[in-house]
């Protein structure tokens, strides 16, 4: 040991490895802008990869009609950009919203490889594309993952602002705020919504069968005990219920405990169901829990045996109350002679509103005192250093109208509590909805498919007689033999809506019929969303129908992975380019007419590139191979010490 040195006391060691499991600010600030990077780039390479099928000119929903704007200011028009795009760049709409997508995964990239490249201006032009196709993307891509992809990424822009100073630890404690509203929501709105089986906790006897594309392992999942299914659910409140509080605490070790359980919630929701990039997006945006402060020397400073005291006492007792107080609410007991666990609500509505009503104000008091004290900490670390002063000014002016902005939606949780927001939040909220700042959440409000999955099965023919063939989808259930896939983070975003579909009615779904359109044209672009068309340009399909099935998953000690029961006819036999069914599409906009586009060097290539990687790459591979980027450039400059 040097002259000089001061040896540590064993304490000071124990609680040095203690904080280990923590991060610094400007480590935490870098991996929520890489990983905000890293998440863009699977959405934009996700989405590029179906353009063609879903927003090409013949496409399923063409994106043209929603390029044409009459306003004066074109300010005013949906997707600014992608106007201005395509009016400086002339080329299809639909190369243009490639282009688009495609310059923002270049600039996502950049954002990883380069620190200097992790500006406010970088992330601000990488949101504005996201915004503007989601502006156009209609059905297929107004999903919450999408919302919440645009509110994380304005917060980026916020924690990117400058460089590395007090001001971040403002920044990140929005992230946390963002967390604490999403989870806190999602699991209020279960039980807001009166269904059931989340009053019954018998949600996950119904969810892994219905959800949208599970995994194979949910299979193995859904033939669990109910009792252990019951308690699954039971804790998944828990998780939504009584953690998120826990985020805005003070007491670092509360929020590691909060956070690490709501990325291993994610972890368990990943392998049972492909939910493209939520679940990254959402265990990102939780590293912020895990931040602990500036540097070690703050750290350092705090480390006394009795601050270590206080915080192990403050940790057990919070986390003893919350669970005392959910396993009395939710009648938690185990049978150790059964070997089981019980569980059951033990509370009523009208307990619960009123849980809810104390529950959202707490949160918005404690937001509000939790962000006021990351300000007054910024300003006393800040001293005399003007650039700090500029840094923290321009986090605390966007980040407290982002704050603000964030109790309209919040409140609707409950009416009592959204009555007291002052009328002045509620036009500046009205004012920027339409740049997607904040929104309302709410996962998994109600089960559907308590009878069994609903699934859609699109057959076609050559002749009106048949025979008829079972057209299968890339993703969703359909052939009963079939595995149900891994395609996670990416989405397939046909499928989704297929799901949807089958929830309602063809007539409901113009999209529906403008698929079935394409594909009895034998359109390639559509035809490649799919696994398996059983028919090509020699031997063309000629009609199409759809018949409703209620599938469910096989036996344990049966064959395959489904079972289906016929329910009866989803769509009439439709022939290709039928009068009405021509003018039905095109009185939706489905059809645009037939247009000569500029044809340059530049959109020419494009395409070229497009039919290259739809035709040689399958869309889930495609992503990945995208996304590989990512460790490959981080472990490169690691490796070369850059």
């Known amino acids: 040991m040097g002259a000089g040195a001061k040896a540590k006391p064993k304490e000071r060691e124990g609680l040095e490895e203690?904080?280990?499991?923590?991060?610094?600010?400007?480590?935490?600030?870098?991996?929520?802008?890489?990983?905000?990077?890293?998440?863009?780039?699977?959405?934009?390479?996700?989405?590029?990869?179906?353009?063609?099928?879903?927003?090409?000119?013949?496409?399923?929903?063409?994106?043209?009609?929603?390029?044409?704007?009459?306003?004066?200011?074109?300010?005013?028009?949906?997707?600014?950009?992608?106007?201005?795009?395509?009016?400086?760049?002339?080329?299809?709409?639909?190369?243009?919203?490639?282009?688009?997508?495609?310059?923002?995964?270049?600039?996502?990239?950049?954002?990883?490889?380069?620190?200097?490249?992790?500006?406010?201006?970088?992330?601000?032009?990488?949101?504005?594309?996201?915004?503007?196709?989601?502006?156009?993307?209609?059905?297929?891509?107004?999903?919450?993952?999408?919302?919440?992809?645009?509110?994380?990424?304005?917060?980026?822009?916020?924690?990117?602002?400058?460089?590395?100073?007090?001001?971040?630890?403002?920044?990140i404690y929005l992230y946390r705020w963002l967390a604490c509203r999403l989870m806190f929501a999602s699991g209020v709105v279960k039980l807001q919504s009166n269904c059931p089986t989340w009053w019954g906790l018998t949600a996950l006897e119904v969810h892994y069968e219905s959800q949208c594309i599970p995994t194979p392992i949910a299979w193995y999942f859904h033939h669990l005990p109910g009792w252990f299914n019951r308690f699954a659910v039971a804790l998944t409140f828990y998780i939504e219920l009584y953690l998120p509080p826990l985020f805005l605490v003070p007491f670092e070790s509360v929020r590691w405990f909060a956070g690490v359980n709501q990325i291993l919630f994610m972890g368990l929701i990943m392998l049972t169901g492909n939910y493209n990039f939520f679940n990254l997006l959402y265990s990102l945006i939780c590293v912020a829990l895990l931040e602990v402060g500036p540097d070690n020397t703050q750290r350092e400073k705090r480390q006394s045996m009795l601050m270590w005291l206080v915080e192990t006492i403050v940790f057990v007792g919070t986390v003893a109350a919350s669970l005392w107080h959910f396993c009395k609410w939710f009648s938690v007991e185990a049978d150790w002679s059964r070997r089981v666990v019980d569980s059951e609500i033990a509370f009523d509505r009208s307990e619960f509103d009123a849980a809810v009503r104390l529950a959202t104000e707490y949160l918005i008091y404690v937001g509000a005192a939790g962000l006021f004290w990351k300000v007054f900490v910024a300003l006393w670390r800040n001293g005399k250093s003007f650039f700090n002063i500029l840094h923290l000014t321009f986090v605390v002016a966007i980040g407290g109208f982002i704050f603000a902005v964030s109790l309209v939606p919040f409140t609707q949780l409950d009416r009592s509590v959204a009555a007291k927001i002052p009328p002045q939040i509620r036009q500046l909220h009205e004012l920027t909805s339409k740049f997607h700042l904040v929104n309302s959440y709410g996962l998994f409000r109600s089960m559907t498919g308590l009878e069994g999955r609903p699934e859609i099965v699109l057959e076609g023919s050559d002749g009106p007689s048949g025979p008829w063939k079972e057209?299968?989808?890339?993703?969703?259930?359909?052939?009963?033999?079939?595995?149900?896939?891994?395609?996670?983070?990416?989405?397939?975003?046909?499928?989704?809506?297929?799901?949807?579909?089958?929830?309602?009615?063809?007539?409901?779904?113009?999209?529906?019929?403008?698929?079935?359109?394409?594909?009895?044209?034998?359109?390639?672009?559509?035809?490649?969303?799919?696994?398996?068309?059983?028919?090509?340009?020699?031997?063309?399909?000629?009609?199409?129908?759809?018949?409703?099935?209620?599938?469910?998953?096989?036996?344990?000690?049966?064959?395959?992975?489904?079972?289906?029961?016929?329910?009866?006819?989803?769509?009439?036999?439709?022939?290709?380019?039928?009068?009405?069914?021509?003018?039905?599409?095109?009185?939706?906009?489905?059809?645009?007419?037939?247009?000569?586009?500029?044809?340059?060097?530049?959109?020419?290539?494009?395409?070229?590139?497009?039919?290259?990687?739809?035709?040689?790459?399958?869309?889930?591979?495609?992503?990945?191979?995208?996304?590989?980027?990512?460790?490959?450039?981080?472990?490169?400059?690691?490796?070369?010490?850059?």
């Open 18 to 171: 203690r904080w280990s499991t923590t991060l610094t600010t400007g480590q935490t600030k870098s991996i929520l802008l890489i990983g905000q990077s890293s998440i863009y780039l699977i959405a934009f390479a996700s989405l590029f990869w179906q353009i063609p099928g879903l927003y090409g000119e013949k496409g399923i929903t063409p994106i043209a009609p929603h390029l044409q704007c009459e306003e004066a200011n074109i300010l005013n028009c949906r997707s600014v950009l992608l106007m201005l795009l395509q009016k400086y760049v002339p080329m299809a709409p639909s190369l243009s919203m490639a282009l688009l997508v495609l310059s923002a995964m270049v600039l996502s990239l950049i954002t990883v490889a380069f620190q200097s490249a992790r500006t406010s201006f970088s992330y601000f032009l990488i949101w504005l594309a996201y915004v503007a196709v989601y502006e156009v993307g209609g059905t297929f891509l107004w999903f919450q993952w999408d919302s919440l992809l645009l509110e994380s990424g304005f917060l980026a822009v916020i924690l990117a602002a400058f460089n590395d100073g007090p001001a971040d630890q403002v920044a």
């Open 471 to 642: 057209i299968e989808f890339y993703a969703k259930p359909g052939n009963l033999n079939r595995s149900p896939p891994f395609v996670v983070p990416h989405q397939p975003r046909l499928d989704w809506q297929m799901w949807f579909a089958a929830l309602g009615t063809y007539q409901q779904n113009p999209w529906f019929v403008s698929m079935v359109h394409q594909l009895l044209n034998n359109n390639t672009n559509v035809v490649r969303l799919l696994e398996k068309y059983p028919f090509t340009k020699d031997q063309p399909m000629k009609f199409a129908r759809a018949h409703m099935y209620i599938y469910h998953y096989s036996k344990w000690n049966g064959s395959g992975w489904w079972t289906r029961d016929f329910q009866g006819e989803y769509m009439p036999t439709l022939t290709r380019n039928a009068e009405p069914i021509l003018d039905f599409l095109a009185k939706q906009k489905l059809i645009v007419k037939s247009q000569k586009y500029p044809s340059t060097k530049l959109s020419s290539s494009l395409a070229k590139l497009q039919r290259h990687i739809t035709q040689k790459i399958d869309q889930t591979v495609f992503v990945w191979s995208v996304l590989s980027t990512v460790p490959l450039i981080l472990i490169t400059k690691r490796i070369l010490g850059f």
